[in-house]
């Protein structure tokens, strides 16, 4: 059993490592900000600690951290990934100076192992997978801030002589998910049988199953024969089009809606490539997807059919009626 310090439980993938971390017995502690948003804990608020605090404050969080005294580090806080998380000085605020504030708290107490989390948004456009070496051209604001973190956290390691590491995330989806985003609205709307509106077929990602993303934070962590500052591709490596997507939601769900393509304006992060080179993943954690996208897609689809409140709730927030 470890005793694991976590932030950002409170968003999506955070709360399904939180829930993965509880089931394998280890001791949690969960740093959440005022006023946070409590649904993706509520079931399992018994079972963790939680501790109000903002990254930003430096004094008060060293004192956290310091009665805690982690022996593993999961750093998920985040702002600005979607379009209505648009503060700049937030996700400044969030994501560096926070950041920041924590790996210094932490390295006055000592760890084991400190998982910071990136995004495939540092590395920008390209037209193919890029490894880790790639020179980063982030594509927005809140992918320099993740780019800065990510820089940040690789010198501090190399400098301190500690094991933090970076992952650089790719598409997540899985349960969860906020009530927004593309996989969870196909879901919802394909229940009833309809599509959404949607963007052009050749719009492409790669989705990465959320519990396997677990198993990455998990190897990151426990694996002890790094290199020092690794920053890792967490991706499948395969990409998938907005076409198979939908064709994929239509099969499993029996939709007989036609796709009304281009019915949505795409968005400026919108794109033909985007895709992980995960090799340095597999190699140094040994690290592999278990889902594919069929697996992974049917899986969420059987969460939510399990959990009618659930259905309820991402209805509320995507203004569907009952």
Same mark, same amino acid.
């Given at each position: 059993?470890?005793?694991?310090?976590?932030?950002?439980?409170?968003?999506?993938?955070?709360?399904?490592?939180?829930?993965?971390?509880?089931?394998?017995?280890?001791?949690?502690?969960?740093?959440?900000?005022?006023?946070?948003?409590?649904?993706?804990?509520?079931?399992?608020?018994?079972?963790?600690?939680?501790?109000?605090?903002?990254?930003?404050? %430096?004094?008060?969080?060293?004192?956290?951290?310091?009665?805690?005294?982690?022996?593993?580090?999961?750093?998920?806080?985040?702002?600005?990934?979607?379009?209505? *998380?648009?503060?700049?000085?937030?996700?400044?605020? =969030?994501?560096?100076?926070?950041?920041?504030?924590?790996?210094?708290?932490?390295?006055?107490?000592?760890?084991?192992?400190?998982?910071?989390?990136?995004?495939?948004?540092?590395?920008?456009?390209?037209?193919?997978?890029?490894?880790?070496?790639?020179?980063?051209?982030?594509?927005?604001?809140?992918?320099? =801030?993740?780019?800065?973190?990510?820089?940040?956290?690789?010198?501090?390691?190399?400098?301190?002589?500690?094991?933090?590491?970076?992952?650089?995330?790719?598409?997540?989806?899985? !349960?969860?998910?906020?009530?927004?985003?593309?996989?969870?609205?196909?879901?919802?709307?394909?229940?009833?049988?309809?599509?959404?509106?949607?963007?052009?077929?050749?719009?492409?990602?790669?989705?990465?199953?959320?519990?396997?993303?677990?198993?990455?934070?998990?190897?990151? %962590?426990?694996?002890?024969? *790094?290199?020092?500052?690794?920053?890792?591709?967490?991706?499948?490596?395969? *990409? !998938?089009?907005?076409?198979?997507?939908?064709?994929? %939601?239509?099969?499993?769900?029996?939709? !007989?809606?036609?796709?009304?393509?281009?019915?949505?304006?795409n968005r400026n992060w919108d794109t033909a490539v985007w895709v992980a080179d995960n090799k340095a993943a597999q190699e140094s954690l040994g690290w592999k997807p278990r889902y594919d996208f069929d697996q992974g897609f049917e899986e969420t689809i059987n969460w939510f059919i399990a959990r009618p409140e659930m259905i309820q709730f991402y209805q509320r927030h995507r203004e569907l009626p009952a």
């Open positions: 059993m470890k005793r694991v310090i976590l932030t950002g439980a409170t968003g999506f993938v955070g709360a399904n490592l939180t829930r993965r971390l509880l089931s394998e017995g280890h001791e949690l502690h969960l740093l959440v900000r005022r006023n946070y948003t409590a649904w993706r804990i509520e079931a399992i608020r018994a079972d963790v600690q939680l501790h109000e605090v903002e990254l930003s404050d %430096a004094d008060i969080l060293t004192n956290v951290v310091k009665r805690v005294q982690p022996d593993w580090i999961f750093h998920l806080a985040a702002y600005g990934a979607y379009s209505s *998380q648009a503060n700049l000085h937030r996700m400044i605020h =969030t994501n560096i100076i926070g950041t920041v504030n924590l790996v210094e708290a932490c390295l006055k107490t000592g760890f084991e192992a400190f998982v910071n989390t990136g995004s495939s948004s540092e590395y920008g456009f390209k037209s193919y997978a890029p490894s880790e070496k790639d020179f980063l051209e982030p594509n927005s604001c809140y992918a320099v =801030t993740k780019a800065s973190a990510t820089l940040f956290c690789r010198y501090m390691a190399l400098c301190r002589d500690v094991r933090l590491v970076t992952l650089r995330l790719y598409s997540v989806y899985g !349960t969860f998910e906020e009530p927004t985003r593309l996989i969870p609205t196909l879901i919802i709307h394909g229940l009833r049988g309809e599509l959404p509106t949607l963007v052009n077929a050749n719009v492409a990602r790669d989705y990465v199953y959320v519990e396997d993303v677990n198993d990455a934070y998990l190897l990151a %962590a426990s694996r002890v024969e *790094q290199e020092i500052g690794s920053v890792y591709n967490i991706g499948t490596g395969r *990409q !998938t089009f907005m076409g198979e997507v939908v064709a994929t %939601a239509r099969r499993k769900m029996k939709i !007989t809606a036609e796709p009304l393509w281009g019915s949505m304006q």
